[in-house]
């Protein structure tokens, strides 16, 4: 690890400290914790992780000169793709938060100086899937991967939008990986069944709406 | 539906050996099950990316509200533009950092950028909560305020139509209605957004009875410490009230 990371490492180290805004500063662990809790404090942690770093977005201007918009873009995808990870244990903390969102920020960058005319969204999107699809012998995945790259994805998002507000709610939490239980205390289910049977209603309508012209 | 509740069966949970080998000789003989599957896992996909794009309009709200990028270019002639801006800034700073701003027009404020619509949903289903807020964005508060009370008459505990109930009667003037909306709202824990506090807060500035804006001071104050919903309104209130 070079010196710059280790002084990173020390500062977010540092028991609670305040920020310029005046409210409460977590350790690195600290906020790790509470974006993986549930409810208010999680949604209150990713806010309080984008803004802790937000100027990385007028680092990407200067230093890779992109636009406002497009380093703001590469760095909501870093938060996002940075608390995905967080979700999935896949962020192990060998490094500061952030010198590792810096990492995956100034790839995004890079990528997207090189992929400007390319579309980005169909390497992200089989990088995702692929989670799941691990699970599946070679063969039963080929056969499934081969749908999903058949899939008319714009039809699904189209759809998705019409259905109606709480349906897409419920979806909406479902890909975001919250439990039956957590959704039911968001959407004010009375029980976590409830909520499952409701989801799968609203797929099943979903994939009505897909199939249907 | 009964698929589908197979299918997640076996994403959601480590399937054993003999399911395993059920679901994957399926996947291999069952076309109309294999798309299934497919649906399934790129539904879920989709799901995460328009969740994904909600937090992202978030994260843009709060740049924008927190913005402290310039643009790039700069050219001599902005220096000496960001000069003169500067100077007549802080001229203005001055006189508007010193200008007393009453907390009801604070709330005054408020009401206009954020209570002036709710939002409706496109679906072209009509149900009771959007009736009333169709009523409500056509400025029809005693008839909104009626569809969200009887929903409340058959479901006590709903917390968005306790929430539009209180505003309705906020921008009807009825102080203490609303008080009492905002305050029950208050005491539903663990949702993913409460901004009871904040409409307390506003009502409070907004009534201005001897000793409203000392407590809406201390629910203010309160927002800001628990870092709760409104808490950048509140961080500014406090500086000027």
């Known amino acids: 690890m070079t010196g710059a990371s280790n002084i990173f490492l020390k500062l977010d180290e540092r028991p609670t400290i305040m920020d310029s805004a005046g409210s409460n500063r977590y350790t690195d662990q600290e906020l790790i914790d509470q974006l993986r809790q549930s409810g208010t404090d999680k949604r209150r942690s990713e806010e309080q992780l984008f803004n802790r770093y937000v100027y990385f977005v007028r680092e990407g201007m200067t230093k890779h000169a992109l636009s406002e918009d497009e380093s ?14 967080i979700n999935k244990e896949h962020f192990e903390a060998r490094a500061s938060i952030k010198t590792y969102l810096y990492q995956i920020f100034h790839n995004k960058c890079v990528d997207l100086l090189r992929k400007r005319t390319t579309n980005k969204n169909t390497v992200h999107r089989a990088e995702m899937i692929s989670d799941r699809l691990m699970q599946l012998s070679d063969s039963a995945r080929s056969v499934v991967q081969t749908l999903i790259d058949k899939a008319d994805w714009n039809r699904l998002r189209e759809k998705l939008n019409q259905l109606e507000e709480k349906c897409r709610q419920i979806l909406m939490f479902w890909g975001d990986n919250y439990s039956d239980k957590e959704i039911a205390s968001f959407l004010q289910y009375k029980t976590a069944d409830v909520v499952k049977t409701s989801r799968l209603r609203c797929l099943e309508r979903l994939r009505k709406l897909y199939k249907t012209e | 539906m009964d698929n589908l509740d197979y299918i997640e069966n076996y994403f959601a949970n480590k399937p054993g050996t003999e399911f395993t080998r059920e679901f994957e000789e399926r996947i291999k003989s069952d076309p109309g099950f294999a798309e299934e599957v497919a649906f399934y896992l790129t539904a879920q996909e989709v799901s995460k990316e328009a969740s994904g794009h909600e937090k992202k309009q978030r994260f843009k709200e709060s740049y924008q509200r927190k913005r402290i990028v310039r643009s790039v270019p700069v050219r001599k002639l902005v220096y000496y533009i960001a000069a003169a801006a500067v100077v007549s800034g802080l001229i203005f700073g001055t ?147």
């Open chain 1, 72 to 85: 703001f873009n590469a760095y909501s995808d870093t938060i996002l793709a940075a608390l995905d990870n």
């Open chain 2, 95 to 241: 006189y508007t950092f010193f200008r007393p701003v009453s907390s009801q027009q604070l709330a005054g404020q408020y009401e206009k950028e954020r209570l002036q619509t709710l939002p409706v949903t496109m679906s072209g289903r009509t149900d009771s909560l959007q009736t009333g807020l169709r009523l409500y964005n056509d400025g029809k508060y005693s008839e909104a305020m009626a569809q969200f009370e009887n929903i409340l008459r058959s479901d006590t505990s709903n917390f968005t139509a306790k929430q539009y109930a209180g505003i309705s009667a906020l921008r009807m003037k009825e102080y203490d209605r609303a008080l009492s909306y905002f305050e029950q709202m208050a005491t539903h824990q663990g949702l993913f957004s409460n901004p009871a506090q904040i409409l307390q807060a506003v009502t409070l500035m907004e009534r201005n009875l001897p000793g409203d804006t000392a407590k809406a001071k201390q629910l203010l104050q309160q927002i800001v410490s628990n870092d709760l919903e409104g808490k950048e309104f509140a961080q500014e209130w406090l500086k000027k009230m």
